[in-house]
Antibody, heavy 125, light 107 residues
Framework: QVQLQQWGAGLLKPSETLPLTCTVYGGSLSGYYWSWIRQTPGKGLEWIGEINPSGDTNYNPSLKSRVTTSIDTSKNQFSLKMTSVTAADTAVYYC???????????????????WGRGTLVTVSP | SELTQDPVVSVALGQIVRITCQGDSLRHYYASWYQQKPGQAPILVIYGKDNRPSGIPDRFSGSNSGNTASLTITGAQAEDEADYFCNSRDITGNHVLFGGGTKLTVL
């Protein structure tokens, strides 16, 4: 059974850099898109960015200037770094596995079939 | 582009409820749907044209028409009370979108 185990800093001060890492157990990185998603308390889900095993990345335009994702296929893990955090970045951060099936004539398929348990990140002076 | 959901929907126990999601990207992507209960990570309940992952009850179904996707629960149960989020990629395919979520109350 494939599982995502995530870890990283839980408490940060404003202006610091948030590091998070997600390790894939029981499966491979190949063939998937690996995303970071966050959820502020009582709010909805916000996609942060993604990376594939080739190292191709996409980011949420609103966060792109502060976010970097990386992938280490030898360790079966991927990571997120978010710079210059503020209180507005306080949230639960999830890693997730995405599947993408592009279709020419019919709608394409996209979905997250596996999620990490989430890491609460608090930014406070 | 964005995905729009009704913030709150309620349903009587055992009845049918439909949760909708609207957005231009849904003309190009099937919506996926996630259930989230308090303190838990989201779980996938519907993906593609109308597919359920293993372990998801068959009372959950999905449909798509034009720019609107729907999640239908036929015979809502108390344990279905949760937040539901729709998801797709944007029209360019370069970004991922989430709807704002629908809080489902089972009366």
């Amino acid at each position: 059974q494939v599982q995502l185990q995530q870890w990283g800093a839980g408490l940060l001060k404003p202006s610091e850099t948030l590091p998070l890492t997600c390790t894939v157990y029981g499966g491979s990185l190949s063939g998937y898109y690996w995303s970071w998603i966050r959820q502020t308390p009582g709010k909805g889900l916000e996609w942060i960015g993604e990376i594939n095993p080739s190292g191709d990345t996409n980011y949420n335009p609103s966060l792109k200037s502060r976010v970097t994702t990386s992938i280490d296929t030898s360790k079966n893990q991927f990571s997120l770094k978010m710079t210059s955090v503020t209180a507005a970045d306080t949230a639960v951060y999830y890693c997730a596995r995405g599947l993408y099936f592009r279709s020419g004539r019919n709608p394409s398929y996209w979905y997250f079939d596996l999620w990490g348990r989430g890491t609460l990140v608090t930014v406070s002076p | 582009s964005e995905l729009t959901q009704d913030p709150v929907v309620s349903v009587a126990l055992g009845q049918i409820v439909r949760i909708t999601c609207q957005g231009d990207s849904l003309r190009h992507y099937y919506a996926s749907w996630y259930q989230q209960k308090p303190g838990q990570a989201p779980i996938l309940v519907i993906y593609g044209k109308d597919n359920r992952p293993s372990g998801i009850p068959d009372r959950f179904s999905g449909s798509n028409s034009g720019n609107t996707a729907s999640l239908t629960i036929t015979g809502a149960q108390a344990e279905d009370e949760a937040d539901y989020f729709c998801n797709s990629r944007d029209i360019t395919g370069n970004h991922v979108l989430f709807g704002g979520g629908t809080k489902l109350t089972v009366l």
